[in-house]
T-cell receptor, first 114, second 111 residues
């Protein structure tokens, strides 16, 4: 079956603009995670959802970042007033349920803020 | 605060050799320790994982060794192949939830 998909694969924007990044998890997976990977670093946790609700958003760096998952499937990560420091690869992962071990990652969205 | 420290940063191994990557963690509440493999332009993919109730787990050419008292775990890749050339990340979590990743090891297996 299809894996986790993320769109767009690349996004270039200007400082101060608003961006939305989309994640389509594996069908039937109830848990969804967002991570951010800066160049040469490991992924850093941002937020995860169980169903429609955010179970833990402690990794969001500030209030410019927000994520939703209104129907418990597709999720959107929203970044307001983008800054150059937001440039990174944003990874989405899903797992069958919150207590399930394997997180399946998507290919990521590379965000570049000029 | 870096909770998972990984070394080395890069590694070159000859084909057929053994690749060893080490990680150390600080949070004793962690109870799940996976290793991920990442190729350029791709997301990380789970390679092998271990729980702290065992000291070793082997899957094919990949082995995790786990030392709970030292708070360390390592990945051994036996008979390394050029196709194993990738970046490897160790990670840890409590209860299979948010993963805390190491900084990664770039492995190059020379033909």
């Amino acid at each position: 079956g299809a894996g986790v998909s993320q769109t767009p694969s690349n996004k270039v924007t200007e400082k101060g603009k608003y961006v939305e990044l989309r994640c389509d998890p594996i069908s039937g997976h109830t848990a969804l995670y967002w991570y951010r990977q800066s160049l040469g670093q490991g992924p850093e946790f941002l937020i995860y959802f169980q169903g429609t609700g955010a179970a833990d958003d402690s990794g969001l760096p500030n209030d410019r970042f927000f994520a939703v998952r209104p129907e418990g499937s597709v999720s959107t990560l929203k970044i307001q007033r983008t800054e150059r420091g937001d440039s990174a690869v944003y990874l989405c992962a899903s797992s069958l349920q919150l207590a399930s071990d394997e997180q399946f990652f998507g290919p990521g969205t590379r965000l570049t803020v000029l | 605060q870096q909770q998972v420290k990984q070394s080395p940063q890069s590694l070159i191994v000859q084909k057929g050799g053994i690749s060893i990557i080490n990680c150390a963690y600080e949070n004793t509440a962690f109870d799940y320790f996976p290793w991920y493999q990442q190729f350029p332009g791709k997301g990380p993919a789970l390679l092998i994982a271990i729980r702290p109730d065992v000291s070793e787990k082997k899957e094919g050419r990949f082995t995790i060794s786990f030392n709970k008292s030292a708070k360390q775990f390592s990945l051994h890749i036996m008979d390394s192949q050029p196709g194993d050339s990738a970046t490897y990340f160790c990670a840890a979590s409590k209860g299979f939830q948010k993963l805390v990743f190491g900084t990664g090891t770039r492995l190059l297996v020379s033909p």
